[in-house]
C-alpha cells in the first residue's frame, strides 16, 4: 500500500496524444502525428535522486518544439 518508486531513472521520450472528431485528421489526432514515440522532439530525463519523490518536468509548449 502506499505510493510506489514511480518509474525508473533515465530518459524517456514524451509523447502527446489526443482526439479529434474533424475529418482529414491523420488517424484522427490533432496533432497529426507530431508527438508519437518515434517522432516527438520532446525528451525527459528521470534523475537517479528523485526516486520515490515527485519531480516536475516543467511545461512544455507544443507550438514550439525543441529543434531534432
Known sequence: TGPGKGIPPGNYVL???GTDS?????LGDPF???FLVE???FTVV???DK???EYDFGEFDLSDPPQQ
Open 46 to 48: 528521470v534523475p537517479p
Open 22 to 26: 474533424m475529418p482529414g485528421d491523420a
Open 51 to 53: 526516486i520515490g519523490e
Open 39 to 41: 517522432t516527438s522532439p
Open 15 to 17: 509523447t502527446v496524444t
Open 32 to 34: 497529426q502525428g507530431k
